[in-house]
C-alpha cells in the first residue's frame, strides 16, 4: 500500500509537464492528492474514468498512497456500460471528467480538481475486498465487457521494478504519453517513470501533428512506446526523417509488427545511435513478461525476446512432438491475482499463484528467445486440417497482401483495404497452403478496425462476416 509513498524522495524533480509546458514538482503532486483524497475512506473501490490529463496523474498517485482499489476506465466508456459497471461492483467513489457528472445518478460532490470532479456514490461499505488488491484494469476496453484483471501491490511493485531495471530509467529520463493510461502498456510508462523519479510530458497530441513533435523536442523527451499501429504511422509520416536529439530509445509491444517495420526502426536506430527495444505483455502479467535486448535485435528479428528479470517461460505442447510450438506458460511475481466479474470477486485470494497460461502460441530458439507465432483460440479446421489464421495472415504478408483474417471451420474472410485487391490473392493463398480456393472468401473494408489501445479488433472484424 505505500508503493508510491517511496518516491517522496523525488520532491523536487519535475513530474509532469501539460501541454502548455507547465511544469509540476512531486512534492505539488503529493500536497494535490493528499488535498483530493482528504475525506476518503480507504479499503473502497473507486472508478477512474482515464485519460491523459495532469488530474489522472494526480488522482491515480493520490488514490493509490491512500489504499483505495482503482478500476481504471476509458474516459469515453458508453452511459448504459458505465451504469451496468456502477451497478455490478458498487464503488463508493467516482472520479471523472466534469462534463460526464450528469451520466451518473445519485451523488455526492466530494472534490473539484480543474477539468475533474470526485462523487461519492455509496454510503456503507458492505463488501470486503482482499488486502492485497490495488488495481482492477480490462483487457476488451469499452467494448462491453465487465470482466477486470485482479492486480495486486506486490505484481505491480515488481513488475515496475523490473523494467526500470532493464531499460535503466533514472531521474534524467523523460517519457511522453502516446497512449491511453487504462490500457495496461500506457500506464506500466507512467508508473515506471514515476517510481524512477523520472518526467512524464501529458499530452492527446496525435503522432501526425507537427505539435508532437515540437513538444518532444522542446521538453528534450528521451523514450516514447507505441503499439504496432503507431509504428505503422510513423512509418508513413517518414520517421527517418525527424531530428530527436534527445531521444535515447523506443519501446513496442501490444502485438506483433511487421519484419520489414522492424528493420526500418533498426536501420534507424542504428544510423541515428538510438535503441529501439521489443517486448510482449498481457493485463494478466501486470504489463510485460519479455523484453529483446538491443543488441541481439538484429540476429533476432522477429522475436520477442526473453523473460524479463524474475521472469519464467515455457512452452506447453499438447499437440504432437513434430509441433515445435507450444503455448507460452509464464511465471513470476508479476502475475495477477486472477479475473473479477462482480462485487465478490474483489474478496478473492490470488488464484493463478504467480502462472499464466498466455493463450499464445510460440517458438523458442537454442538461445532461448521467444517468437510468437498465433493465439491458441485463432484456429480453425478446414476440411479436417487445423489452420492458424495467424498463419495465414503471415503468409500472405510475405507477398505484400496487408489482410486480416477471420472465420470459423471450412470457411476463412479475407478481408483487405486495398481496392486492387482481387482473386489473386485466394489463388496465390491456395497454391501457397494446399487448401482448397472454396475454403478462402475475400471481403473489401474501408478500414480496419481498432479498439481504443491501437490494436486490431478481431472482434469487431468477426461482426463484419
Known sequence: MTFFNRIEKFGSNICFIDENKKKV??????????TLCKNLQSRNLIVVLAENQTEFIVGYMGFFRKGLVQMLLDSKITNNLLKDIIKT??????FLPTHRKDDIENYEVMNKMNNYVLLKLNKDNFYSINNDLALLLSTSGSTGSKKFVRISYENIYQNTKDIIDFLKIDVNHRTVTTMPPFYTYGLSVI???LVAGASIVITNSRVTEKAFWKLINDQKVTSFAGVPYFYEILNKIRFDRLSLPHLKYFTQAGGTLRKDLIEYFLKYSEKNKKQFIVMYGQTEATAR??????EMSKKKIGSVGIPIPGGKIHLRNDKSSSDKSGEIIYEGKNVSMGYAKNIEDLSKENENQGILETGDLATKDNDGYIYIVGRKSRYVKLFGHRVSLDEIEKILLQKRYNCLCCGSDNKVTIFHIDETYNREVLQYLARTTNIHLNCFKLKHIKKFPLNENGKISYKKLEKLL
Open 25 to 34: 514538482l512531486y512534492n505539488n503532486v503529493f500536497k494535490k492528492s493528499e
Open 89 to 94: 461492483y458498487v464503488p463508493k467513489y467516482i
Open 191 to 193: 508508473n515506471t517513470h
Open 289 to 294: 513478461m519479455t523484453y529483446l535486448p538491443y
